[in-house]
């Protein structure tokens, strides 16, 4: 997937395999890419430079974005600014209107449906103990 520094650059992303069943990203969201492999990509001719570690939620980004580490060119994205304009504007659509994008909705989360290892093995090991 495409995604863009802080400096502007863009550049192709990989999203873990272990992630794409458990995580969506749609376009616009927010995500931290570890660039170490970027410029030996570059130099070998590999389209891929980065990975993505993290999909940032939209409660993270709210809070990133008032904070002073917030990179200044994301303040500028469309995405960032206007956030506020198009959700007032898909709330004033009538309800019998339908709508195929979804660009006033949040971002998607983690699959709640999927049980967690941890949790599952904690639980065991709880009951295993009480014997």
């Not at 130099?43 to 917030?70: A, D, F, M």
């Not at 959700?87 to 909705?105: F, I, N, Q, R």
């Amino acid at each position: 997937m495409k995604v863009m520094d802080a400096k502007g650059q863009k550049s192709l992303a990989i999203f873990p395999a272990k992630f794409q069943k458990s995580m969506w990203i749609k376009r616009g969201n927010f995500v931290v890419a570890d660039e170490s492999g970027r410029e030996e990509a570059a130099e070998s001719g590999r389209k891929v430079g980065c990975i993505i570690t993290q999909v940032l939620y939209h409660e993270q980004v709210r809070l990133l974005q008032k904070s002073p580490n917030w990179p200044e060119a994301f303040k500028s994205t469309p995405l960032a600014s206007s956030n506020q304009d198009s959700l007032s504007h898909t709330a004033k659509k009538d309800d019998s209107e339908s709508s195929t994008d979804d660009d006033g909705l949040p971002p998607l989360e983690a699959n709640t449906n999927r049980l967690n290892p941890l949790q599952t093995q904690l639980d065991t090991d709880s009951e295993s103990d009480s014997d």
